[in-house]
């Protein structure tokens, strides 16, 4: 009875294990094709090595059911009516990598990498995930259809046994892309495949094939101790994999979270607008994987490789972070307008930074701000026009010298920032260029009455005076003096208004207008 309750406490105790297995076929030339939907519909090959040895590595469907295969050399290959070639990019492959164990992470934390020379593989633990994506079928279904939204056909089989799932996803493409395999046939369901899906060594494969095992089902069907007997623990493992009871000690790896997009042209690109076209679906698939962790891009930097082993780098930066595709690309358009790259482009990175979306909600009565795209696009447009240091908000400096600024980029406050600081009172200031003439009477040493643009002003209230006109180590520029005035015409009007004396020669001018 004793060990009856502790073999009933182990069962309730065990953790239930449930995994689900991506696996993407030909990945060297799904990371080319992902961002030229216009090769699709062609047969498309790709080739890695020095010429004249070149050979293909990897190919798509349309090739492959156009008669090429894997290994041609390119003489073969050019046998074939009008083949697209592509170069093998490893930049491409590690970008594409990244971004879909990124994807897969939005489904769970552990992901264990299996990657080949031609294949794609991650497994992904995800039990436990059922209240927050619903049953395996409902996960695999989103998990297939944000893969394909990258631009990646895929393929997801759900076990509860690691290796089952990594074999049936090596296996021959069923009909359906996604498989469910339940507990009890797992066997079942793994014998039909060749032997090819369990990686044998050439000894193994060649042992196996003088035997006549060619499946894995003619391989769980051999006697175990026979089995070690001949091929030792390898034979046991062997056939603990065919049989879906091989257990799996899984290795997570966290996938740093990064917006890049990288692309090599086939042909150099001169004309901006070829450009764009590029940059637009780079721009698309940086958005969508933002949006999937309910993020927006705050800044994005455009590196162009130029033809001369030179590069040419810029970085947009809207006033808020924004998922908007035509603001980015108008961004982008007037700033490379602005500052052409010198020549001939090879290949284009985009990196963006992840913001957050959260909105501006202003008070009742606080005034309306700018709507942001149009405010960049504006701004863009003034800096392609006046140059860069010329847009942006005036910042005084610290110093005593007369209108010295210096100018910052534009920015908006959100949440309590801007309701405290449309809640503040302003006064602005309105300087003459140049300073007008003014007659000035003192009582006392103090303004007491002037006249300005021909009307009699009485001063109410005299602030002063201060000592300005240049920098504490020159001396020679401490000639002026500062007063702010408050005066009132006869007529009863007010004015506020800043007056300089020259000391060396006397003479009173009106340099500003407060309102």
Not at 105 to 134: N, Q, V, Y
Request: hydrophobic share 40%.
């Amino acid at each position: 009875m004793a060990v009856s309750n502790r073999m009933v406490r182990c069962a309730m105790t065990k953790p239930t294990e449930l995994y689900a297995c991506l696996y993407t076929k030909e990945f060297p030339a799904q990371s080319l094709l992902r961002l030229r939907p216009e090769l699709h519909s062609k047969p498309c090959v790709v080739m890695e090595g020095e010429a004249p040895s070149q050979s293909v590595c990897s190919l798509n469907t349309k090739a492959r059911l156009a008669g090429l295969a894997r290994g041609m050399t390119r003489v073969e290959v050019e046998t074939f009516s009008e083949p697209v070639v592509l170069s093998r990019s490893v930049q491409a492959e590690t970008v594409t990598r990244s971004i879909l164990l990124e994807c897969a992470g939005a489904f769970s934390p552990r992901i264990e990498d299996h990657r080949s020379d031609t294949a794609l593989l991650c497994g992904i633990d995800i039990a436990g995930t059922k209240s927050l994506f619903g049953p395996p079928e409902l996960l695999a279904q989103s998990l297939l259809q944000r893969v394909r939204s990258l631009g990646i056909s895929a393929r997801v089989i759900v076990s509860d046994n690691f290796h089952t799932a990594v074999c049936i996803a090596k296996g021959p493409m069923a009909r359906s892309a996604i498989q469910i395999i339940p507990s009890q046939s797992k066997t079942e369901a793994l014998s039909g495949l060749p032997l090819s899906v369990l990686d044998l060594t050439d000894t193994q494969a060649e042992t196996f094939a003088l035997w006549g095992i060619r499946t894995l089902g003619n391989l769980a069907s051999l006697p175990e101790k026979e089995l070690i007997a001949r091929m030792g623990q390898d034979g046991k493992r062997l056939r603990q994999l065919a049989r879906g009871e091989h257990p799996h000690l899984f290795q997570p790896a966290q996938a740093p979270f990064t917006l890049d997009e990288q692309m090599e042209l086939d042909a150099p690109v001169d004309l901006l607008d070829s450009l764009l076209f590029i940059v637009n679906m780079m721009v698309d698939q940086l958005i969508l994987r933002a949006k999937a962790r309910i993020l927006a891009l705050a800044s994005l930097t455009i590196t162009l490789t130029l033809d001369g082993a030179g590069s040419h780098t810029r970085t947009v930066r809207p006033a808020l972070p924004t998922t908007d595709k035509q603001l980015w690309i108008k961004l982008l358009h007037l700033d490379l307008q602005a500052h052409p790259p010198s020549t001939s482009i090879l290949a284009v990175a985009l990196h963006a930074e992840p913001g957050s979306t959260s909105k501006i909600q202003l008070g009742l009565f606080s005034p309306q701000l700018p709507e942001a795209s149009r405010l960049d696009v504006t701004l863009a447009r003034i800096r392609a026009i006046v140059g860069e240091n010329n847009v942006g908000c005036a910042v005084l400096q610290d110093s005593h010298a007369l209108e010295s600024f210096r100018m910052e980029p534009f920015s908006v406050l959100s949440g309590e920032s801007a309701t405290a600081a449309s809640s503040q009172p302003r006064a602005s200031m309105r300087i003459l260029r140049p300073s007008e003439a003014a007659s000035v009477t003192l009582q006392n040493g103090r303004p007491s009455i002037f006249f300005f643009r021909e009307r009699r002003y009485a001063v109410e209230h005299g602030y002063g005076p201060w000592v300005v006109g240049g920098d504490w180590w020159a001396q020679t520029l401490w000639g002026c003096e500062q007063w702010d005035l408050v005066a009132r015409s006869q007529d009863g009007s007010l004015l506020c208004c800043c007056m300089m004396r020259d000391l060396l020669e006397n003479k009173w001018q009106m340099a500003a207008l407060y309102d």
